[in-house]
């Protein structure tokens, strides 16, 4: 053994961290070892040293009330009791919804993605009617603008005018180009088992033509042409079947 | 008052009755601020580190796993905010520097000479002289009597490092506190 590595060992057996077969070793060799004997007995002094020296204080000061204040001062509600205060008013609101309405089923809405092919870059104002009584009318929220609304029109010089009041002003001018074919309007539909049309509104002074409604070919009502009907007061597109509509790719 | 145990307690601060953590704080307050206080040096900043790890505790007191003693538990958190405290101050390049400085030229002083002082101011300077991250080990080991896997517990460390850091530290310390007869 040389006493040059003992150095970690003496510490580890301080500590009683060395294993049994190594420290019955190391104690055997501090008996016949001066030089680490008398390591081990300055480390032990040493060992004490900073034990006595870090010894608890006696004193300390209190600082309970100090806490407490700042925990006070900081309310924080019980995640538990919030989630189950969430929990209750929904149950409360369901229930008083449906005690509102006794009569009434409630269908699960389902949302039907379509998109209307249009030839001018318009947006028409697409509606979804109910065919049964009471009969009700809802807009259709188109979630897209037109795609090639922007190839549709070229900007032009600005036109100088004379206003009533004498003064001169700059009228925007764009020039409206060829429309550009098969422009997409995405539309969503929330069909509630109820509504049975759909139906695509156009002013009569702007150019819409519904080319075609995107869906499977087997949902299209035969002999239904949409393909060339021009500036439609009022154009019915299809009637809708709720469970035939079922729009896979768009 | 009925004396509750810790997770007793712990559980009816859960279920909202937060003044019951009080009981908690004067339980444990005396072994945080001394740890706090052998780590920082001063008990200004012993108290602001163990204030600010009692209302961390209590703010994360869901994530404390009442199988375990809460105190080991809030121990890791007073030794935490004790490190915060103690980086504000002192930067880690610092740290670095004096690792790579004072470890390197060891010297047997230990076993060349003698223990020139137990005094305790004294060495309790030494121990706030070295740097925070061997510092806390040794508070660790001699105030708190933790062995090598509990001191690796609580810093998150491997029981390897802790041996190294804390043979290191004493090191150190020997350098400060021991005279080799040579010199007296």
Redesign the interface.
């Known amino acids: 053994m040389k006493c040059e590595s003992k150095f970690e060992d003496l510490l580890l057996m301080l500590d009683g961290e060395l294993d049994d077969s190594k420290r019955v070793e190391l104690e055997k060799h501090v008996e016949i070892c001066s030089v680490c004997y008398e390591r081990l007995c300055k480390l032990q002094a040493m060992d004490s040293c900073l034990r006595s020296s870090l010894s608890h204080p006696e004193i300390v000061p209190d600082i309970t009330g100090a806490v407490m204040s700042q925990i006070a001062r900081k309310p924080k509600r019980n995640r538990c009791v919030v989630y189950a205060a969430g929990i209750t008013a929904v149950a409360a609101c369901v229930v008083l919804f449906s005690l509102h309405q006794p009569n009434k089923t409630i269908t699960p809405v389902k949302k039907m993605p379509v998109v209307v092919m249009v030839k001018e870059p318009r947006k028409p104002d697409i509606h979804l009617i109910s065919d049964r009584e009471p009969k009700q009318e809802r807009v259709v929220r188109a979630i897209s603008e037109p795609k090639s609304v922007r190839t549709a029109y070229h900007r032009l010089s600005p036109k100088e005018t004379i206003r009533p009041d004498g003064k001169k002003s700059l009228q925007k001018r764009y020039e409206q180009t060829e429309p550009s074919t098969d422009t997409a309007l995405h539309v969503e539909i929330h069909l509630d088992g109820e509504s049975s049309k759909l139906v695509v509104v156009a002013d009569p002074s702007e150019h819409v033509i519904i080319t075609t409604l995107q869906t499977k070919a087997a949902t299209m009502p035969p002999g239904l042409d949409v393909s060339n009907i021009e500036r439609p007061p009022l154009q019915t597109v299809t009637n809708v079947d709720p469970a035939a509509l079922l729009i896979s790719e768009i | 008052m009925v004396l509750l145990s810790d997770s007793e307690i712990i559980r009816r601060v ?3 009755k ?2 019951d ?2 009981e908690i ?2 339980r444990y ?3 945080a ?2 740890l706090a ?2 780590m920082l040096g001063n ?1 200004d900043d012993a ?1 602001d580190a ?2 600010d790890a ?2 961390n505790s ?2 994360g007191l ?1 994530t404390f796993n009442e199988r375990s003693k809460f105190w080991i538990w809030f121990r890791k958190i007073v030794v935490n905010c004790c490190l915060k405290k103690i980086s504000r101050k002192v930067t880690h390049d610092n740290i670095d520097t004096v690792l790579e400085t004072t470890a390197e030229p060891y010297i ?1 002083s ?2 060349e000479g ?2 020139k002082t ?1 005094e ?1 101011e004294t ?2 300077a030494a ?1 706030l002289d070295l740097p925070p991250h061997y510092r806390i080990v ?2 660790l ?3 708190e ?1 933790l ?2 896997p509990e001191i690796a517990d609580a810093l998150d460390l491997s029981a390897g490092i802790v041996r190294v850091r ?2 290191r530290a ?1 090191k150190m ?2 350098k400060r ?2 005279v080799i007869p040579d010199e007296v």
Do not use: N, P
């Open positions: 859960k279920k909202g937060s003044d953590f009080s704080i004067s307050q005396r072994k601020l001394s206080y052998r008990w108290e163990v204030q009692c209302v209590f703010k869901r047997d230990i076993e003698v223990l137990c305790m060495v309790r121990i040794v508070v080991k001699y105030q009597d062995s090598t804390l043979h004493l310390l020997a506190l021991v």
